[in-house]
């Protein structure tokens, strides 16, 4: 079946304009994750929801960045005000269950360059 | 302190060769999953293994093999006969049950291994 999809696949923007990062979970998936992989910092977390609950919003670096899943599907990611060290791939990526049990399976990314 | 630890952060090997990628993990939960990812340089991450905990058996699958040993806290990642298709960055993540046994399940990545393998 159809795996993570991720758009766009590249988005460059200038400093202080807001852009919107979307993903498409696997369908039947409960949980989706969404991480940040730059060169400084590697893989990090950033948030995480599982079906109607609140999400985990731990990971997010500042408040500029937010996030929503409408329907308990396809979640977008906002960045506000963005800054170059945003820029950084970001990743989506879904399990079926959610927890510390289950496989998370990774989208392609998004490449944020900001200028 | 860094929770997943990939010391070895390229290899370079000859086609053919056998190659160990090595992944450290610090963790107080007696239950927590291992993972590895493979990154090749379309950029996706790949899903290879998962391992939990409570099971130290390795695992073999085709020319891949891996070594969960908890007495070292690690699970060390070989490539048998490498291949050029082989290379990519390597990660190895860990995911913790938590204190309340209801943790999100976020992975914590090691930084990665870049293996380059040469025909």
């Known amino acids: 079946g159809a795996g993570v999809s991720q758009s766009p696949s590249n988005k460059v923007t200038e400093k202080g304009k807001d852009v919107e990062l979307r993903c498409d979970p696997i369908?039947?998936?409960?949980?989706l994750y969404w991480y940040r992989q730059s060169l400084g910092q590697g893989l990090e977390f950033l948030i995480y929801?599982?079906?109607?609950?609140?999400?985990?919003k731990s990971g997010l670096p500042s408040d500029r960045f937010s996030a929503e899943r409408t329907g308990g599907s396809v979640s977008t990611l906002t960045i506000q005000r963005t800054q170059q060290e945003d820029s950084a791939v970001y990743l989506c990526a879904s399990s079926l269950g959610g927890g510390h049990t289950d496989t998370q399976y990774f989208g392609p990314g998004t490449r944020l360059t900001v200028l | 302190a860094q929770k997943v630890t990939q010391a070895q952060t390229e290899i370079s090997v000859v086609e053919k060769e056998d190659v160990t990628l090595d992944c450290v993990y610090e963790?107080?939960?007696?239950?927590?999953?291992l993972f590895w990812y493979k990154q090749p340089p379309s950029g996706e991450l790949v899903f290879l293994i998962r391992?939990?905990?409570?099971?130290?058996q390795n695992e073999i699958s085709g020319r891949y093999s891996w070594n969960f040993q908890k007495s070292t806290s690690s699970f060390n990642f070989t490539i048998t006969a490498s291949q050029v298709v082989d290379s990519a960055v390597y990660f190895c993540a860990l995911s913790e049950r938590g204190n309340y046994g209801g943790s999100q399940g976020n992975l914590i990545f090691g930084k990665g291994t870049k293996l380059s393998v040469k025909p």
């Open positions: 963790t107080r939960d007696t239950t927590y999953y």
């Open positions: 391992r939990n905990s409570f099971d130290e």
């Open positions: 929801f599982q079906g109607n609950s609140a999400p985990d």
């Open positions: 369908s039947g998936h409960t949980a």
